[in-house]
């Protein structure tokens, strides 16, 4: 890890890459999707909504495919893409910046509460392969 971390401390950093996020989205007119208050994110119900919405270019086995990267990479870690980024990407959709798949489109359909499902699938997930 960089020498920031034992400097300041984990959880400070994650909590200022996603104060620069925001302030990032919101600089671009972007609305900041919420999930409902006191939603308990189900990583069950997000695998299902993942399978529907989310496989076809990230895999069902989240490996990836020929039309999106994979989730269960580095890049896609807490301390890179808070859960905010899912949030952000699935509502306005993203430049691609990190792979050469092009643009992701935002994904019609998904409500910030099933975003919040997906995301906590997809972290349980990466924790399965060592990724926190």
């Known amino acids: 890890m960089p020498m920031i971390w034992p400097r300041f401390?984990?959880?400070?950093?994650?909590?200022?890459?996603?104060?620069a996020l925001i302030s990032s989205a919101a600089a671009q007119g972007w609305k900041i999707p919420q999930p409902s208050p006191g939603l308990m994110p189900n990583p069950v119900q997000g695998k299902g909504l993942y399978a529907h919405h989310c496989a076809v270019c990230h895999g069902g086995d989240l490996q990836g495919s020929d039309k999106?990267?994979?989730?269960?990479?580095?890049?896609?870690?807490?301390?890179?893409?808070?859960d905010i980024a899912f949030q952000l990407a699935v509502a306005n959709g993203v430049r691609a910046h990190h792979w050469q798949f092009g643009d992701m489109a935002p994904v019609p359909g998904l409500?910030?509460?099933d975003v919040a499902h997906i995301t906590a699938f997809v972290r349980g997930e990466q924790r399965k392969v060592g990724i926190r």
């Open 9 to 19: 401390g984990r959880g400070a950093v994650i909590t200022a890459l996603s104060v």
């Open 111 to 113: 409500m910030p509460d």
């Open 68 to 82: 999106g990267p994979p989730m269960l990479h580095k890049v896609y870690e807490p301390s890179h893409h808070a």
